[in-house]
């Protein structure tokens, strides 16, 4: 099993940043790619991006292209989600998750082995 640690999630106001981190612990050798999902009211879980174990390759979903970075502190089993210009349709509960595939297939939900309880991101003025 793994577990999560999530943080650094809150309100900010549009246009503002906000750095997400999820530390991870248990089994961590059965990881092959972390990432984020968030979920908005009313809509369904959604993938935002992923890094693979090593921190080389990257995917973002488009509608946070430019905008979000994800890296990763290995010594740590940390990932991080880097949020700039964050907009108003960004608010949602963002979620860790980690699975067993590569940084791309982590953007498929039904990969996903693990999740976190998710963290809350307002983004309202």
């Not at 549009?14 to 961590?28: D, E, M, N, Q, V």
Request: charged letters at 15%; glycine letters at 12%.
């Amino acid at each position: 099993q793994v577990q999560f640690v999530e943080s650094g999630g809150g309100l900010v106001q549009p246009g503002g940043s906000l750095r997400l981190s999820c530390a991870a612990s248990g089994s961590i050798e059965s990881i092959y790619a972390m990432g984020w999902f968030r979920q908005a009211p009313g809509k369904e879980r959604e993938f935002v991006a992923s890094i693979s174990r090593t921190g080389i390759i990257t995917y973002y979903a488009d509608p946070v292209k430019g905008r979000f970075t994800i890296d990763s502190d290995n010594a740590h089993n940390t990932v991080y989600l880097q949020m700039n210009n964050l907009k108003p349709e960004d608010t949602a509960v963002y979620y860790c998750a980690a699975g067993q595939t590569t940084a791309q297939g982590l953007s498929n939900y039904g990969a996903i082995k693990y999740w976190g309880r998710g963290t809350l991101v307002t983004v309202s003025s």
